[in-house]
């Protein structure tokens, strides 16, 4: 399959796809966010709730990544998906 473009349709034009790598971004951005706002908490139990879900984006992002991770593999080495 190919593009409009004559080039190969690869994984990354996958609507899915995209919208996962976009999900991943937004998730790791909110933990930056979330980070900087502990960082300026007034009080130590507000800074340790906003690290806390902090560091669930973070884990919601590494899920996600670590799924493309494997579809990339899986897509380079067909046999060996399983």
């Known amino acids: 399959m190919t593009s409009k473009r004559g ?11 995209i919208e ?10 909110t933990a930056r ?4 706002r502990a960082s300026q908490a007034d009080t130590p139990g507000a800074a340790a709730s906003l690290r806390h879900r902090a560091d ?15 579809l990339a593999a899986e897509s380079r ?3 060996a998906g399983g």
Do not use: F, K, T
């Open 7 to 17: 080039e190969p349709a690869g994984l990354l034009s996958a609507p899915a796809v």
């Open 20 to 29: 996962q790598l976009r999900q991943v971004a937004l998730h790791r951005e």
């Open 33 to 36: 966010l979330l980070d900087l």
């Open 56 to 70: 669930q984006r973070r884990i919601q992002a590494d899920r996600l990544a670590g799924s493309l991770h494997r």
């Open 77 to 79: 080495h067909p046999s």
